[in-house]
């Protein structure tokens, strides 16, 4: 069965320090995707990032970044000079691949809820 | 180019009474997901449907709840004889048949009295 863990529930930070979002997924599969979700305190849910299974290059976008590494399997996101409208649940996810190439049901974590304070 | 829209975002039900709850995919989107969001726990997937089809439906409670998504129209879960433990965040999302990634909409609250 697919599960995915976020180990921290919740990080309190000060403005302009870099923050790590932890993330570990198990799957018997071998084609997957691996996503992170940002909830705001609106309430919705704003897609960051996906990553296939076969890519293991990190990326990089503004201050956001993405450490995924299949050996550990782990998918940790990284927030650098954090600032007050980062504060936010951050959910990972995970997703098999249907028979037809596209997505499955995600299986979340528990989610991460990071604070920046001023 | 609006994005998946949900309606209502909040809903107020006395136990006993329906929930109806609407989803709009994005446009050009096929494919709609719907997850609940209950209290102090995560986002857990409910059922996965297309056009006239339920493609998946192994999160659904085995009673009271059910999904469609007609030809033509919005995605509707219905809640049947609503009782407490239903409150929660309803969340819907879409996606094309070949894309991977799932679009969420705004969310639809319910809160059962």
Not at chain 2, 1 to 22: D, F, I, S, W
Not at chain 2, 48 to 58: A, H, M, P, R, V
């Amino acid at each position: 069965a697919q599960k995915v863990t976020q180990a921290q529930t919740e990080i309190s930070v000060v403005e302009k320090e870099d923050v790590t979002l932890d993330c570990v997924y198990e799957t018997r599969d071998t084609t997957y995707y691996l996503f992170w979700y940002k909830q705001p305190p609106s309430g919705e849910l704003v897609f960051l990032i996906r990553r296939n299974s076969f890519d293991e290059q990190n990326e990089i976008s503004g201050r956001y970044s993405w450490n995924f590494q299949k050996s550990t399997s782990s998918f940790n996101f990284t927030i650098t000079a954090s600032q007050v409208v980062d504060s936010a649940v951050y959910f990972c996810a995970l997703s098999e691949t249907s028979t037809q190439g596209g997505s499955e049901k995600l299986v979340f974590g528990k989610g991460t809820k990071l604070t920046v304070n001023p | 180019n609006a994005g998946v829209m949900q309606n209502p975002r909040h809903l107020v039900r006395r136990r006993g009474q329906e929930a109806r709850l609407r989803c709009s995919p994005m446009k050009g989107h096929s494919h709609v997901y719907w997850y609940r969001q209950l209290p102090e726990e995560g986002l857990k997937f409910m059922v996965y449907l297309q056009k006239e089809n339920i493609i998946d439906e192994s999160g659904m409670p085995k009673e009271r709840f059910s999904a469609e998504f007609p030809k033509e129209g919005p995605s509707i879960l219905r809640i049947q004889q609503v009782v407490r433990g239903d409150s929660a965040a309803y969340f819907c999302a879409s996606s094309t048949p070949s894309a991977d990634t799932q679009y969420f909409g705004p969310g639809t609250r319910l809160t059962v009295l």
